[in-house]
Nanobody, 127 residues
Framework: QVQLVESGGGLVQAGGSLRLSCAAS????????MGWFRQAPGKEREFVAA????????DYADSVKGRFAVSRDNAKNTVILQMNSLKPEDTAVYYC????????????????????WGQGTQVTVSS
């Protein structure tokens, strides 16, 4: 099991950028496929981005393709979500999630595939 802690959220104007970080505890981080999800008030949690344990495979929701980029540093137990060209509809609580897998190229896009979650960080984009 890993424990996950997100940081980097905040208030930004439309068109701006934010960089979210997810710090993981434990010595097996490189065995985890990692994902980012978000949840706006009154809405279900939705997939944003995912990255495989090796970092070689990434996946994105259509709504963020070309604007967001996910990366990881297994030596530092960290996953980064770089968010550019932010829009008001990106406003939500953003969650980091982890899923242990033996497949280095595996990514998951559904919340039920993840067993480890952070506490979330608020991102607010003003118009």
């Amino acid at each position: 099991q890993v424990q996950l802690v997100e940081s980097g959220g905040g208030l930004v104007q439309a068109g701006g950028s934010l960089r979210l970080s997810c710090a993981a505890s434990g010595r097996t981080f490189s065995a985890y496929s990692m994902g980012w999800f978000r949840q706006a008030p009154g809405k279900e949690r939705e997939f944003v981005a995912a990255i495989s344990p090796s970092g070689s495979i990434t996946d994105y929701a259509d709504s963020v393709k070309g604007r967001f980029a996910v990366s990881r540093d297994n030596a530092k137990n960290t996953v980064i979500l770089q968010m550019n060209s932010l829009k008001p509809e990106d406003t939500a609580v953003y969650y980091c999630a982890g899923s242990r897998t033996i497949i280095a190229s595996r990514v998951f896009s559904v919340p039920s595939s993840y067993g480890n979650w952070g506490q979330g960080t608020q991102v607010t984009v003003s118009s």
